[in-house]
């Protein structure tokens, strides 16, 4: 009889050590419960990893911040898989400890998560969040503050902001692959919001990345180069109106006079091309050729209006009488589109030449 009392006496420490553990699991299963969804073979899988979560946590039984860091990665991919994004990040910004070295990638996951579902006003304050108030973090040798700086300058957000994603993106990360285009469209933001002088800096700091693609301008380069070189220029060229322009061009054709001729082309984007040619891919500021080889001090006849096919923004005229292959110009005309000086805005220039009849 005494005997037994004294195995009693040491089984209830046992006893109480068991049911201790036993509501640890209990409450550690119920608190992770929400996330823990699928079949049975999912449930089950996602058991076993949230109790490795809980064991490798800052209260487990092994703290081990990158063992727990590899479990999360391994729940979230699941929950990714299976659809659940929305839950996958609520899963992730629960584990968002500041004494976690790993909690910049928990963030940055939760947040790409939320774009991946469609979410992107929820993951726009998240990237944000993690550049100004989280340390950068190399994950597979990727700087989780620059892949954030990127999907935040693709985003739908307003100019002012983008100016600011742009700007820290070219400051911290100025040997990035593609800091050419993001020079470049720092300063389509900067054009947006009526900051010339700094989106002609931006473009001016573009032009020798003249190799760099820029996704969703393909002419990027001739757009820069020539806007550059017309803010440069002394714009003396320009009219009023059409009408005016035509009349002068006109009276200089009559006459045969190449050099009266030249006064009233562009000098910033000039071009002299065939109709199958690009006009961007071939402008060039100074025509390759002499206007009075062509002339030779012969009248040049023009049409009495421009043709049909021109609008309120674009003009052409016919012309024929010039020497060599081709006896047939149009003549281009065009109203420029440059808000930076108001003095020009809106007024017109003769902005190139096409050789040839023009193809129906």
């Not at 037994?4 to 006496?9: E, F």
């Not at 006109?250 to 001729?261: D, V």
Request: with cysteine.
């Amino acid at each position: 009889m005494t005997g037994s009392r004294h195995l009693r006496r040491r089984s209830a420490p046992n006893f109480v050590l068991f049911t201790f553990l036993a509501l640890i699991f209990v409450s550690c299963t119920q608190e992770n419960s929400f996330y823990i969804q699928g079949d049975r073979v999912q449930k089950k899988e996602l058991r076993t990893l949230f109790s490795l979560l809980n064991e490798y946590g800052p209260t487990g039984a092994r703290p081990d911040n990158l063992a727990r860091f590899a479990t999360a990665r391994k729940i979230a991919a699941l929950l990714i898989a299976d659809e659940k994004k929305a839950l996958a990040a609520s899963f992730l910004l629960d584990l968002g400890d500041p004494e976690d070295e790993y909690a910049p990638w928990y963030l940055f996951s939760a947040a790409a998560a939320y774009e991946s579902a469609g979410d992107l006003p929820l993951a726009i304050p998240l990237y944000e969040r993690l550049i100004k108030t989280q340390p950068d973090l190399l994950v597979e040798g990727n700087s989780l503050h620059y892949q954030a700086l990127l999907r935040l300058v693709r985003s739908d957000a307003g100019p002012e902001r983008k100016i600011e994603y742009y700007r820290d993106l070219i400051v911290r990360f100025p040997d990035a692959e593609d800091i050419g285009a993001s020079h470049f469209l720092l300063a389509k933001e900067y054009e947006k919001t009526g900051q010339w002088k700094e989106a002609m800096n931006s473009y001016a700091a573009y032009l020798p990345y003249f190799g760099t693609q820029v996704p969703g301008y393909p002419d990027a380069l001739s757009y820069a180069r020539q806007l550059l070189e017309f803010n440069a220029s002394s714009k003396d060229w320009t009219y009023e109106s059409l009408e005016e322009l035509l009349e002068e061009i006109r009276k200089a054709l009559t006459l045969g006079s190449a050099r009266q001729l030249r006064r009233f082309a562009s000098k910033a984007g000039f071009f002299a091309i065939s109709w199958f040619q690009d006009s961007d891919m071939d402008a060039n500021s100074k025509v390759a050729f002499d206007l009075g080889q062509f002339m030779q001090g012969r009248r040049i006849y023009a049409s009495q209006t421009v043709h049909p096919i021109s609008g309120p923004y674009e003009a052409y005229l016919r012309t024929w009488g010039w020497t060599g292959r081709l006896d047939v110009w149009y003549l281009y005309f065009r109203k420029i589109n440059f808000p930076a000086d108001p003095a020009v805005h809106g007024r017109w220039e003769w902005a190139g030449i096409y050789f040839g009849e023009r193809m129906q």
